[in-house]
């Protein structure tokens, strides 16, 4: 079956997820194409797209774009599947880590492009890469095909002042993707006011997206995914969690962006972009799933995860792997100190990071009173520590519950284990709060990127004596720069003299 009928015409189909083709005047353009679990064995698309998996395998597509490494974008089963010949664009990170993984599975001919870098796919067929130009290693891309803008940030977060305008569509995470605060043990109340502050940033985020690239057109794309595995169950509550479907939101999206074109899409539907945007409905596709069945078909695929080993991991395990983290990472650590307990079937271990010198892994008693504490099972433990899978995937699997005492986010400590095996990222995040320089708005001279992940300030909020970031919302006195929420980091600000 081909995807379309018409080899003249400039359209969108969509896959589910962040999943897309893209097609002008014959040529192919496959994105981020998603259709077995992710991270663990734990993230499933939603609704169900497998059917279109054959449809993508017996497809001629001339370009493939993957737009960062998480396994909810590479998705390595279906990607080994395909024509080694096509030619990948990827992101061009510092790590590399897209070249050499693409290069690992015989892709002969990968371009990686820089930030705002353009490459010409045919005539009126342009693709242009737009990076998160933090330490973060996400990208999105414009297409522009035959003078219709295409803009797919999925979940990436490239800078607001480095966002293109005049988009004719964008599609852009608007549900979240991450652990927090979902999987910290939070009493129910304060839980709820989280889940609700996440929710509100995450459309604070999108509407302000919309608005900067003047978008006239919105495509909700980017998740939320669904977790099949019965323990995993609860993150399928809509409402409860940071993981809402777009019919939740759709509402406070219209109020917020009146005049802004919504296309919901469902796997198999395409969009043509001829300047009408009509949608083409995919016979019999799925607009929502019933989990329990959708549970039944993936049976072999969630229950995967119990096959792994899950022989306990030892105190000598657990102290060399946290030494090779500690001393990939000695500069970005500096004189960091922080006391840890991990947690794993019945027995736990405390880790006081940034203590190299002597014996830092204590089993069993309770001599500190750490900081943050990590629940594993010992599968996920043992994955880790095996290095089979990194910090990143396992708490996005959702597989780890943690606990903080202060309820404060320490960036440094979880930068280690985000990003610690990649150290090229740490060492830019070193970079980063190196940066000096700065703006000058509201009476203020302020550091020009947050100290978080970057994020460009001339977009910030100043408003009664406060400062706030467009991105995540952390919140800083405007007069001495300390931090009052989201972390501990202060900001760089003085007063600008009369
Ligand atoms: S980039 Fe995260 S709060 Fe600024």
Redesign the pocket.
Known sequence: MDLYRDSSQTALRYLGHAGFVAEHNGVRLLVDPWFYPAFLHSWFPYPDNRDLVDVVRGERFDYLYVSHAHEDHYDERLLSTLDKSITVIVPRYRSKIMVRRFTALGFENIVALDHKESLDLAPGFTVTMYLDT?HKEDSGLLLDLGGFRFLDLNDC?TPMSELPGDIDLLAAQYSGAMWYPNCYDYPPDVMRKKVDAVRGDLLDTLYRKVRITGATAYLPSAGPACFLDPVLAPYNDRDATIFPQWEDVAGQFAEACPGVEVLRLFPGDTVRLDGSRAVERAPGARTSEDLAAYRERRRDEWSAFYDEPAEPVTAEEIESYFAKLQSWNKRFLGDFAKDIRLVADGRMWDVRLGRLAERFVIEGEEPYDPEYTLLLCPRTMRAIIEERTGWEEALLSMRVGLHREPDVFDLTFMSLLRYGQQPVQTMQMLRERQNTETIERDGLRMQRF??????D?THAIVCDGVIE??????KWEATTGKCVE??TLPLRVEPLEA
């Open positions: 933090s977060n947050c100290p978080h992940a970057g994020e300030l970031c467009p991105r995540h919302h952390w989201g972390g």
